[in-house]
């Protein structure tokens, strides 16, 4: 009987071994931008700096302008062939407005660019539209890959900015995420929390 | 006395479903991995040492691309045996995330009685197939059809795919029919047989033929992580850098398919043992699942990543 439990102990250490080093291919560095404007929370603008490996592979398919820009056509194009298909994977972000997530993801001015010659940077806007009350509200958002294939630095508060705050009293602040893991030990990535109300 | 036999075959059958390779998904076209419970289960236990890995291998990656473009100026052998040895470190740790090469290699050797001198055989030539085929299909894209690269890389990668795991579905079938019939090899694991094992016949251990047969599929769809570093060097115009980073990656990823293959193969043998004893008939027929679930878990493989394929 041990030497079966010892051989099931076995096993079960070799799973963890197999299955516990994931394999990130691409490497991106988030910022975000918090926008007020008109009495609402309009929106994050969300700034995706990439390695430069993944950086090259893109930028072997389209040359920027000098000054880093792309051009309309360009940007069309990069968003059709390496942006659209993350809806699939809810752009990475996970949002709850309160307590309730967000299921569709809107995203506007996807803007690629290049900085420092050679890194790629994709920035967008996501429209909230929040309208900002006497009393206070909670916005959470988390950004990670729950394939892998993508690790996204882990979030820091100067890695993020508020806009437009004239009259909203706005605290920031990096947590745990609230979700329960499905797991013990499952990886959950930080939160980043917006609490926000007119200030008196 | 079957019961520990099949939980032992459903826990190692469960643990080989980990190898799930996932498309890019800012390339991939309208997709996104089916996520299952197996997903479920290998993201809970890769999830707490993905936090701790993810920067490690950013910082390999990241020093692995300034490293070579410094070589652009200098090509110094320091430099050069520096940019080895990352890539050699990048090749052990890219390999050791989920993939369907060392799927592919463990229900191989579950299925079969392998030696643990022909895991490193074929975890190596994996390896090789692997990067190799990654370095064809980026300079082919790249200096020959020169078409939007991303969506190259996706498309070769999809006819690859396509026809691999057909073969490999084929094979598994193959097996799973031999085993099933009890046209196993008689098992030599007590009895030591003289002579090298790739002679002949099943009892000598595997034939190399079927150890290429293998490891051909096993590897030749483009190791993603080898398709970026190449890409990289090559668009700084050095195709000897890309040739020896590659070579570096490769030796690493087939450090870690061996040694996954060996443990596969240690754990197979340990675990037989353990649940047998001394008993001859029972280690034949314990032996006999095991072998049973690694060819079925190869079919199954195939089949899926086939049928997802179309």
Redesign the interface.
């Known amino acids: 009987m041990r030497?079966?439990g010892?051989?099931?102990v076995?096993?079960?250490g070799?799973?963890?071994?197999?299955?516990?080093?994931?394999?990130?291919?691409?490497?991106i560095n988030n910022k975000m931008t918090v926008l007020f404007d008109g009495g609402k929370l309009k929106g994050m603008t969300f700034r995706w700096a990439f390695?430069?490996?993944?950086s090259?592979?893109?930028?072997?398919?389209f040359k920027p302008n000098v000054d880093g820009n792309f051009s309309a056509k360009q940007i069309a194009?990069i968003k059709g062939?390496?942006?659209d298909?993350?809806e699939?994977?809810h752009y990475?972000l996970a949002f709850f407005i309160g307590k309730k997530p967000l299921r569709k993801i809107r995203i506007e001015q996807f803007t690629p660019s290049v900085v420092e010659g050679s890194k790629l940077i994709y920035s967008f806007f996501v429209p909230l539209d929040l309208p900002v009350t006497a009393d206070e509200q909670t916005v959470r958002v988390t950004v990670y890959?729950?394939?892998?294939?993508?690790?996204f630095?882990l979030m820091h508060a100067d890695d993020v900015v508020v806009k437009g705050d004239e009259g909203v009293s706005v605290g920031l602040s990096i947590e745990k995420t609230k979700v329960k893991p499905?797991?013990p030990?499952?990886?959950m990535p930080d939160n980043l929390v917006i609490r926000f109300k007119e200030s008196s | 006395m079957k019961r520990p036999a099949l939980v032992l075959a459903l826990v190692l059958a469960s643990s080989l479903c980990f190898g799930q390779e996932v498309p890019n998904p800012f390339t991939a076209q309208n997709t996104r991995p089916r996520t299952g419970v197996f997903t479920t289960i290998t993201s809970g236990a890769a999830a707490f040492l993905f936090s701790l890995m993810a920067p490690v291998q950013k910082m390999l990656n990241e020093s692995l691309a300034s490293m070579t473009r410094a070589l652009k100026g200098s090509r110094s052998l320091g430099g050069l045996l520096l940019v080895a040895a990352l890539a050699l470190a990048y090749g052990i740790f890219h390999a050791a995330g989920p993939g369907h090469g060392k799927t592919i290699v463990s229900s191989f050797l579950l299925a079969n009685e392998g030696k643990i001198r022909q895991s490193f055989i074929i975890g190596y030539l994996v390896a090789a197939v692997h990067a190799l085929s990654a370095l064809t299909v980026v300079l082919v894209l790249y200096y020959l059809i020169r078409g939007i690269f991303a969506t190259g890389v996706e498309q070769a990668n999809h006819y690859i795919q396509l026809v691999t795991f057909a073969v490999i579905t084929l094979i598994g079938a193959v097996m799973l029919v031999r085993r099933s019939m009890g046209k196993a090899h008689s098992h030599a694991h007590h009895h030591e047989h003289a002579g090298p094992d790739d002679a002949q016949g099943p009892e000598a251990g595997l034939t190399m033929k079927s150890l290429l047969g293998i490891a051909l599929p096993a590897g030749v769809i483009p190791c993603p992580g080898a398709v970026a570093v190449v890409l990289f060097a090559l668009s700084l115009h050095m195709l000897a850098v890309s040739i020896l980073a590659v070579s570096s990656i490769s030796l690493g990823m087939g450090t870690t398919i061996s040694a996954t293959g060996a443990v596969v193969i240690l754990v197979k043998r340990g675990a037989i043992r353990a649940v047998a004893g001394a008993h001859e008939e029972r280690d034949m027929k314990i032996r006999r699942v095991v072998e049973i679930a690694g060819a079925a878990i190869l079919f199954l493989f195939g089949l899926v990543f086939f049928l997802a394929q179309l």
């Open positions: 030497a079966r010892a051989a099931l076995v096993v079960f070799t799973v963890a071994v197999v299955a516990a080093l994931a394999h990130p291919h691409v490497f390695d430069d490996m993944f090259e592979m893109i930028l072997t398919d194009t062939g390496a942006f298909n993350l699939n994977y990475f890959d729950d394939t892998y294939f993508v690790a630095d499905l797991w030990g499952q990886y």
